[in-house]
């Protein structure tokens, strides 16, 4: 089992750039795919990108197709979520968490474990 504590929120201006990182301590780290999810106050948490555990493959929501881009290094137990142009509506407490052992990846919280504590991303117009 891992542990994963995301950092890199903070406040931005609409347009600007973030990298939100998720270091994993525990073992194993390579073996799980990552999820990258958002919660904005009294919505639901949605998903926003995902990678395999191999790193081959990327996912991401349609709302943040072609200005965030996921990426893990398996050599640090970290992956990163490098967010661009960002919006007032990428506001939100932004977790990360891990897949089943070898399992692929989805986009519902469900299938994912071992959430972090979360970082906040805030951004103004």
């Known amino acids: 089992q891992v542990q994963l504590q995301e950092s890199g929120g903070g406040l931005v201006q609409a347009g600007g750039s973030l990298r939100l990182s998720c270091a994993a301590s525990?073992?194993?780290?390579?073996?799980?795919?990552l999820g990258w999810f958002r919660q904005a106050p009294g919505k639901e948490r949605e998903f926003v990108a995902a990678?395999?555990?191999?790193?081959?493959?990327?996912f991401y929501a349609d709302a943040v197709k072609g200005r965030f881009t996921i990426s893990r290094d398996n050599a640090k137990n970290t992956v990163y979520l490098q967010m661009n142009s960002l919006k007032p509506e990428d506001t939100a407490v932004y977790y990360c968490a891990t897949t089943r052992i070898l399992s692929s990846i989805g986009s519902s919280p469900a299938e994912y474990y071992n959430w972090g504590q979360g970082t906040r991303v805030t951004v103004s117009s």
């Open positions: 525990g073992r194993g780290f390579a073996m799980y795919g």
């Open positions: 990678i395999t555990w191999g790193g081959s493959t990327t």
